[in-house]
């Protein structure tokens, strides 16, 4: 085993909280979809399938390592918020959590001079990066709009989508035209 036994209980915990994020993230989007805005609703399944896919990185580390895996238990997220703006703080504050527990396994791996583990772990540390920067944002813009203007956070989120999309579908266009 090429990984620090020390770490390795960590990274199981890492697991839980990555699907805790993911199970947070589908009921903020139900929440969004439910108070009829679909754009936030979209967004928010789309944070949690990014969740799912880092708690599966997690996971698909420790097989390439043989180390057998262990899930822990995921407690439930409450799908009721206040206000829009209560949910997207908590996914803010859960953003910066987990950014913080990514730091300690940082920190472990290079106590431990686990060099496998810690260069896994700097995709991380972007990542949450970006997260912590993306709901940080939101939530500065959920705060300046108001409850009373929130369909004006729904049309941003809409016009990105569309934007993002086109990007795709040019990039492919070009990728199609080098063959």
Known sequence: M????KIIPSLYKQIGSEFQAFILYLAIGSYFEIEA?????????????????????????????????????????????????????????????????IHELVRLAKEEKDFTSDNFLQWFVKEQLEEVTIMDQLLKMIQRAGKEQIMLVEDYLARK???????????????????
């Open 37 to 101: 805005l679909p754009e936030l609703a979209s967004f928010f399944f789309q944070q949690a399938d990014e969740e799912r896919q880092h708690a599966l990185k997690f996971i698909r580390f420790l097989i390439d390592n043989d180390v057998p895996v262990n899930i822990p238990p995921i407690p439930p997220a409450d799908s009721s918020f206040k206000d829009p703006e209560s949910a997207i703080r908590l996914s803010l504050e859960r953003e910066i959590n987990v950014t913080k527990e």
């Open 2 to 5: 090429i990984i620090s036994q």
């Open 161 to 179: 989508g569309r934007v993002k999309e086109k990007e795709l579908t040019e990039g492919l266009s070009m990728d199609e035209s080098k063959d």
